[in-house]
């Protein structure tokens, strides 16, 4: 692949949004559980983060239904923590306030991980990376696996009472958003030939790809929606936002978009288009407009 046909390397991702029922309850999670400042609330949208930066957007969408459970969608929301305290205060949180919505922990090589699902059955990953330096790589696939963590022992040796008191006020961004897809090749002619990522990692079912060296900024599985069609409006996955570093980056974007008749919207400030299950992105670059 060229690189003129890739994502730039300081590309990173954005604030997901979510379609929810329960405005109220999902935000008291996302403040209260895992630790997000309520940066807005008005005309039924709710943004959530940390520092400055939006981590979640939640859309009051009542009359939608659920998505069947075999359909493309979100996995999980990944957000990414600057320390293991950052991270050990996150999970103590949602472990002391919503300890039935912890699904499980893992040891990715290249990250520590926390797995839940918020009250409406959309997957969120609270992680943090080991430093690039400890990451191993094999012709070009960075080595990633999945061991067993003990939270209690992962808590015991990181809270800290500093990690606790000011929670609010360190920094967390989206590192990865993991999306339900109906097949891996459908997935890797999007997102890597066309969108412009590199592969990272790929075991059959599921695809890891990202920008600059990365693990990985997006990840496609089909576990359990082989075969899923475009998606419809349900709760859930409203947006996928991906930020390029600059207004050139996303016209190259656009360039390759035409080239394979993607169809997308340019409104000055933001590239909007679909992936083959309907999966709604925009991409954004500072300064353009």
């Known amino acids: 692949m060229h690189t003129q046909d890739l994502l730039a390397a300081d590309t990173g991702m954005g604030a997901v949004t979510l379609r929810v029922a329960d405005l109220d309850r999902m935000i008291g999670y996302y403040r209260e559980g895992i630790g997000l400042s309520l940066f807005s609330n008005e005309g039924g ?53 919503y300890p039935q919505t912890f699904t499980g922990s893992a040891d990715h090589l290249v990250s ?35 061991k067993y963590v003990d939270p209690n022992a992962f808590l015991q040796e990181h809270l800290t009472s500093t990690g606790l008191s000011d929670a609010g ?39 890891f790809v990202s920008a600059g060296g990365y693990h990985h900024h997006m990840a496609m599985n089909t576990w359990n929606s082989r075969g899923a069609g475009r998606r419809q409006l349900a709760l859930g996955l409203g947006l996928v936002r991906i ?7 996303l016209g190259a974007l656009v360039a390759r978009m035409r080239d394979t008749g993607v169809q ?16 709604r992105i925009e991409v954004t670059a500072p300064g353009r407009g």
Not at 115 to 136: K, Q
Not at 175 to 183: E, F, I, T
Not at 188 to 206: C, I, K, P, S
């Open 243 to 249: 930020e390029v570093p600059a207004a050139d980056d």
């Open 45 to 97: 949208v709710a943004v959530l983060g940390r520092g400055t930066t939006p981590i979640v957007v939640l859309e009051h969408a009542p009359a939608m239904q659920h998505a069947g459970p075999h359909e493309a969608g979100l996995f999980h929301t990944a957000i990414l923590f600057d320390s293991r305290a950052d991270l050990a205060a996150a999970l103590y949180s949602v472990a002391t306030k």
């Open 169 to 207: 006020a360190r920094p967390a961004r989206v590192g990865h958003v993991h999306l339900s897809v109906g097949d891996v090749a459908s997935a890797r002619a999007f997102y890597v030939d066309t969108l412009g990522f590199e592969t990272t990692a790929g075991w059959g079912e599921a695809l």
């Open 264 to 279: 997308t919207a340019d409104d000055g400030r933001t590239v909007a288009f679909e992936d083959p299950w309907a999966n």
């Open 112 to 146: 520590i991980a926390f797995y839940c699902a918020d009250p409406e059955g959309n997957g969120v990953e609270l992680y943090w990376d080991r430093d690039r330096t400890a990451w191993s790589w094999t012709h070009g696939m960075v080595d990633m696996d999945t």
